[in-house]
């Protein structure tokens, strides 16, 4: 038997798809358009100082890639096999649990290492420039490959756990946060709070472990600060090791959890309790029932798990205990544009995402179910669903984004002073509004014609959320070159014709996306919705 047949199979079958070209296609001019915006941004400086200002963002960007991608590829990778019944029927040949994981690994990472080797080269071009040293820019290279080994074995033990997508993937990205954030988070609070000098230093000492750290030391500025205490190539060895512990880990637990196994009493018990945790009693069930079908059956279906809407209010909840914590530790650096910029930032980002998957799994579930068919064989109509999926995705979404916008005029408010801010601020909102809308109509869409309800939700982000930002890098470098070869000033990024325009690429993308998707749901529903997905799945 050929060694190691699946991973034979799997990069011979995914050097055939054209999107193991495009990737590596569109990673090159993403990383070109950013290079080229940057050396625009930094232009009157020394060649070293435009060399640095180049290889930081571009490494960053990297190292987010890297650390995020290897979630989104491995995370249902082995947990569909599972919903599907196929895990087993691989069990039944001669393949062991190593073959199994190692081919899953790289048939899901290989577009992902080609997106990133794309862009190593680009990095290379400030060595050229001055101010970064061959060394910094191999470390960079390293620590990213290293972080997305990580992040794909993280999220391939993930999917050995789990038969659900959305667990799974909650489940990768909590343990890669912990490591990435959580545990830099404790050294720094314990440190903060002068604890005892034994515990201290032993936390001081854990960051090690985190991956974040040998990002932070790659770069020589850093890594000469710590002087003797830099341990960068200790921490890349122990995330190595790390990878290396979540991939035989996954190995050893498929084989051990693909069959369907009766709950025991325990367990049973258990399920009890979440299920009245996330319906509530057969009284509240029956008054909700009652109350949804009234406006429509299908705001029901969709809104009968009330954990949904509770775990937004939770991550809200939370994103605003660590804002009063951060105000209370650093008051005069909390009130600043730029810490009111970020937060707004990850909180339109964090909803926009979460929108776009639910928009996208419904209708991608019930349809490899078999329930938009017993939908559409009631007296139920089209218009009639759809509209009952909107519903429910208000009644998920609609209050928490107005608290986010509530939050965004405070922050108007506390630096109205300046004219830029009010204008940028203000813009935001507009655009956060009007992204909300297209996300839900594109991903309604998108999820209808995708068996794989995550990947949807990311095109469909990469369109709405990711193309406007894109566009305006382009002609934002197309204008600031020709102004300045007519001798123009050097104050054109000050004006407000940058925020109106991203705002006008913005809604035109949106109605660009979003009228088109609207139109096909209420002209194609039917025809899509009762089509068996083809073996690879559309969209």
Same mark, same amino acid.
């Given at each position: ?38 050396? @625009?941004? +930094? ?8 060399? *640095? #200002?180049? &290889?930081?963002?571009? $490494? !960053? ?43 899953? @690994?790289? +048939? ?8 990133? *080797? #794309?862009? &190593?080269?680009?990095? $290379? !071009? ?45 489940? +990768? ?11 830099? &988070? ?354």
């Amino acid at each position: 038997m050929r060694f190691l047949p699946i991973v034979v199979r799997e990069l011979l079958e995914a050097s055939r798809h054209r999107s193991t070209y495009w990737i590596r296609l569109g990673v090159v001019a993403a990383g070109l358009v950013i290079s080229l915006f940057v050396m @625009l941004l +930094a232009r009157h400086g020394s060649p070293g100082d435009l060399g *640095l #200002a180049l &290889f930081v963002p571009l $490494a !960053i960007l990297t190292y987010l890639y890297t650390l995020f991608i290897g979630i989104f590829r491995t995370a249902d990778s082995l947990s569909e096999e599972k919903r599907e019944g196929t895990l087993g029927l691989l069990f039944l040949t001669d393949l062991k649990g190593y073959d199994i994981v190692l081919g899953k @690994l790289f +048939a899901t990472s290989l577009n992902a290492f080609y997106g990133a *080797l #794309a862009i &190593f080269p680009i990095m $290379a !071009i400030p060595v050229l420039m001055g101010g970064v040293a061959p060394a910094e820019v191999g470390r960079v290279v390293l620590v990213s490959v290293n972080m997305m080994f990580f992040s794909l074995a993280v999220g391939m033990f993930c999917s050995s756990l789990s038969r659900d997508d959305r667990k799974a993937m909650v489940g +990768a990205f909590l343990i890669v946060m912990f490591f990435l954030g959580g545990i830099p &988070f404790a050294a720094l609070i314990l440190h903060e709070w002068r604890v005892t000098r034994g515990l201290r230093e032993f936390w001081e000492q854990m960051v090690v472990l985190s991956p974040g750290y040998s990002c932070v030391l790659a770069f020589d500025l850093p890594a000469r600060g710590m002087g003797a205490k830099n341990h960068f190539t200790t921490s890349v060895v122990i995330t190595h090791a790390f990878g290396w512990l979540f991939l035989i880990l996954s190995c050893v637990i498929v084989p051990r959890t693909w069959q369907d196994k009766g709950a025991t009493t325990g367990e049973l018990k258990r399920r009890q309790f979440w299920n009245r945790l996330a319906h509530g009693s057969r009284e509240t069930r029956d008054r909700l029932r009652r109350r949804l079908l009234a406006t429509n059956p299908v705001l029901w279906l969709a809104s009968r798990d009330r954990l949904k809407t509770v775990l937004v209010w939770s991550v809200l909840a939370v994103a605003a205990l660590i804002w009063a914590a951060g105000l209370l530790t650093y008051p005069a650096d909390w009130k600043d544009e730029a810490a009111y910029f970020c937060t707004a930032l990850i909180l339109h980002t964090v909803l926009k995402f979460w929108v776009a998957s639910e928009a996208c799994r419904r209708f991608s579930l019930d349809r490899q179910s078999g329930a938009l068919e017993l939908m559409l064989s009631t007296p139920l109509s089209v218009p009639e669903i759809i509209k009952g999926q909107v519903l429910a995705l208000e009644r998920q979404f609609a209050l928490p984004a107005f608290l986010i916008l509530l939050v965004d005029f405070v922050f108007l408010m506390a630096g109205r002073t300046e004219w830029m801010w009010v204008w940028l601020v203000i813009a935001g909102m507009l655009v956060f509004i009007v992204d909300l809308v297209t996300l839900i109509w594109v991903g309604m869409w998108r999820g209808l014609n995708s068996r794989r309800p995550n990947r949807a939700a990311a095109a469909v982000t990469a369109r709405v959320m990711l193309l406007p930002w894109v566009l305006w890098a382009m002609i934002s470098i197309v204008i600031a070159v020709s102004i300045t070869r007519r001798g123009g000033g050097s104050d054109f990024w000050e004006g407000k014709f940058f925020i109106v325009l991203w705002v006008g690429l913005s809604v035109a993308v949106n109605l660009f996306f979003g009228l088109p998707a609207r139109r096909k749901l209420y002209s194609e529903f039917r025809t899509v919705a009762t089509t068996r997905f083809e073996t690879k799945g559309r969209g």
